[in-house]
């Protein structure tokens, strides 16, 4: 993954920010990311506010009911996506 890059959740329902909207964007060593984050449709989208630092492992953690679906389910665990930038 680029610096430079969107990190993008697809879910198969449109979904809302949910009651706990609670979201970690950190490196792997527990450095806190800032970031911007949106809801469009089915997808939950994060966008650093500054450029991500290369050859590095970054976490990104959607916990328990941070987005919901037009019903109000919510995520029942904590998601978590591990990459590495370029």
């Keep these: 993954m680029g610096v430079n890059k969107v990190v993008k959740f697809t879910f198969s329902k449109y979904i809302i920010l949910g009651p706990n909207p609670l979201i970690d ?3 792997a060593t527990g450095t806190a990311i800032k970031f911007t984050s949106s809801v469009v449709n089915k997808c939950f989208i994060t966008k650093p506010t500054n450029l991500l630092t290369p ?3 970054y976490n990104v953690v ?7 679906d037009l019903s109000g389910a919510g995520l029942a665990a904590p998601y978590t996506v ?3 930038t370029a």
């Design 62 to 68: 959607l916990h328990s009911n941070c987005v919901t």
């Design 55 to 57: 050859i590095t492992t």
């Design 82 to 84: 591990k990459f590495k």
């Design 25 to 27: 964007f950190k490196t």
